[in-house]
């Protein structure tokens, strides 16, 4: 497939991809893994053709077909989104253009050789699918969470993860042979997430794919790439595989390392010594030159380099009562309701993971709870001294796009000085100048760090957090993770990274259709044993 040699691409005076040369195997599982600004996003854009190596090679096969699945979606859809689905169809698009071109031809002034091309370019259309065209993409848009009866629907009524699924339907229905995906699952919800994996694993094209769910990486990557410090190196294995071996040679180099540094260290030892006695002058200077090659040699390895991580102490000003949210018979929605007859009783200490069935409005439910969208039907009732912080997904719901990441914490909490909000977001790695920034011009990894920075100022004793971990490396998710499992209060939350979840939820709040919901104690597992034996629907089964 792809073959990419001697790639150098420099961004801001940083070489970021420094020489870099790999051959992608066809039909492998391939997982890119890196820091957070390691260049992961910029190799993809170069072989994608988004952006340009300023030197090295590019080779791609005449056979390509390449499936990107983009970090914004399309923002001129088509005017429905089954429309918009079949654009995605390039191939079958572009040999129908010509045939249909023929057709008109032929119909002004018929000839043979007219017919001849449009009965080639016919053919053509029937062997790649052209006529299973609307069929492939209903499956793959059902499969993905749509409804049937959302075809005619406008892609622009779609929330900003809906309208990526849109996206990544666009280029299922392609066909590629080879699949990019940069963090796929950032938009999608646990059982949409299961059914592209099991897509995936059944998908005899080449799959790279940035992300930073363990266990998707684990279950789906054959091949590991490392992208660290500019270089690219292959592991075999998925990413658990990886960091084993990772570790080992990390720790291999450091004993070379320590090795010429102790080689150096005795031979400094007699330059000092000696290197002023005329008698002993040329042996020091063959130990300088020693230890000069010594000092060349430990500088061409590479050491591991410490990953910045967040850190974060989730602090409370005072506990909340027993009982912290009561939900009866409740409605959901915006102008109708998407889930009704949803009841949920919430105790102080309780953890509690939201997952529902595909368009279930989970993000909706969350909103309802922090008060962003009135209760349709039911009741709804916050306990005793509940202080409630919410995390939104599209962090601009909780956030000001025109203040400065330092002012948007410092409204989240009016009591607390200029200097402990600086301290906190530098917990959350945004430091020095980078707090006077807009929100508006912000990553999105850089928009959650400062919408969880204005969470841990709230100290609040109740947490609603929609996708929490979306743009964190894994590390930063791991310790966000532990830290929120810790946490003295309440919490409830949306995720799609179950080993996020299985770390954070004490219970499992499921919502299997528009009006059947249960909470279960325990794990996903424990969950999926329950529902096993209960007969409650497993909306984790793929």
């Keep these: 497939m792809i073959y990419v040699q001697n790639l150098i691409k420099r961004l801001g005076g940083k070489t970021v991809l420094d020489n870099i040369s790999y051959h992608f195997p066809q039909g492998e599982h391939i997982a890119l893994v890196g820091d957070n600004g390691a260049g992961k996003s910029t190799l993809l854009n170069i072989l994608c053709n988004l952006d340009e190596a300023d030197e090295g090679t590019l080779i791609k096969p005449k056979g390509l077909v390449l499936g990107y699945l983009p970090q914004e979606p399309n923002p001129n859809p088509a005017e429905t989104i089954l429309k918009e689905c079949l654009d995605g169809a390039q191939r079958i698009k572009a040999v129908e253009h010509v045939r249909d071109q023929y057709l008109k031809e032929m119909a002004e002034s018929y000839s043979d050789e007219l017919y001849e091309a449009y009965e080639k370019a016919e053919n053509e259309f029937q062997a790649i699918g052209g006529y299973e065209l609307e069929s492939e993409a209903k499956k793959y848009l059902v499969g993905l969470g749509f409804s049937t009866e959302q075809f005619e629907d406008s892609p622009l009524e779609l929330s900003g993860g809906w309208r990526m699924r849109l996206e990544l339907a666009r280029i299922l229905v392609n066909k590629p042979n080879f699949l990019i995906l940069d963090e796929p699952t950032n938009h999608l919800d646990l059982p949409s997430l299961i059914w592209l994996e099991t897509y995936l694993k059944t998908f005899d094209g080449t799959v790279l794919f940035v992300s930073h769910d363990r266990a998707l990486l684990n279950r789906l990557a054959a091949i590991t790439l490392h992208l660290q410090q500019g270089s690219l190196t292959a592991y075999t294995g998925n990413y658990d595989?990886?960091?084993?071996?990772?570790?080992?040679?990390?720790?291999?180099t450091e004993a070379q390392a320590k090795g010429l540094q102790n080689k150096q260290a005795e031979?400094?030892?007699?330059?000092?010594?000696?290197?002023?006695?005329?008698?002993?002058?040329?042996?020091?200077?063959?130990?300088q030159k020693m230890i000069d090659k010594l000092k060349e040699e430990e500088k061409s390895l590479?050491?591991?380099?410490?990953?910045?991580?967040?850190?974060?102490?989730?602090?409370?000003?005072s506990p909340s009562g027993k009982q912290v949210l009561k939900l009866n018979k409740a409605a959901v929605g915006y102008s109708s309701p998407v889930a009704k007859n949803l009841s949920l009783s919430l105790?102080?200490?309780?953890?509690?993971?939201?997952?529902?069935?595909?368009?279930?409005?989970?993000?909706?439910?969350?909103?309802?709870?922090?008060?962003?969208?009135?209760?349709?039907q039911g009741e709804?009732?916050?306990?005793?001294?509940?202080?409630?912080?919410?995390?939104a997904q599209n962090h601009l719901d909780s956030l000001d796009a025109q203040e400065t990441a330092l002012e948007n914490v410092l409204r989240s909490n009016t009591e607390l000085s200029e200097q402990t909000v600086r301290s906190l977001l530098g917990q959350f790695l945004i430091q020095k100048d980078e707090v006077f920034k807009k929100v508006s011009v912000l990553s999105g990894g850089e928009k959650n760090r400062v919408s969880l920075c204005c969470l841990l100022a709230q100290q609040a004793n109740f947490l609603i957090l929609d996708e929490p971990t979306n743009h964190l490396d894994m590390s930063s998710a791991d310790i966000l993770a532990n830290t929120l499992a810790d946490f003295k209060g309440t919490i409830l939350f949306v995720s799609h990274d179950r080993a996020f979840i299985d770390t954070v939820a004490t219970h499992i709040f499921v919502v299997a259709n528009a009006n059947q919901s249960a909470l279960f104690e325990g794990k996903l597992k424990d969950y999926e044993e329950v529902a096993e034996r209960s007969g409650f629907p497993n909306i984790l089964k793929a």
């Design 267 to 287: 031979l400094q030892k007699f330059v000092d010594r000696f290197g002023a006695k005329a008698s002993k002058a040329a042996q020091a200077q063959s130990r």
């Design 380 to 391: 709804l009732e916050l306990g005793h001294n509940v202080m409630l912080g919410y995390h």
């Design 302 to 317: 590479k050491l591991p380099q410490a990953q910045r991580v967040i850190s974060a102490d989730l602090k409370i000003a």
């Design 241 to 252: 595989q990886f960091v084993a071996q990772r570790d080992l040679i990390n720790t291999q």
């Design 347 to 376: 105790q102080r200490g309780q953890r509690v993971a939201i997952i529902g069935a595909n368009g279930i409005g989970k993000s909706t439910l969350v909103k309802t709870l922090a008060n962003c969208l009135p209760l349709l």
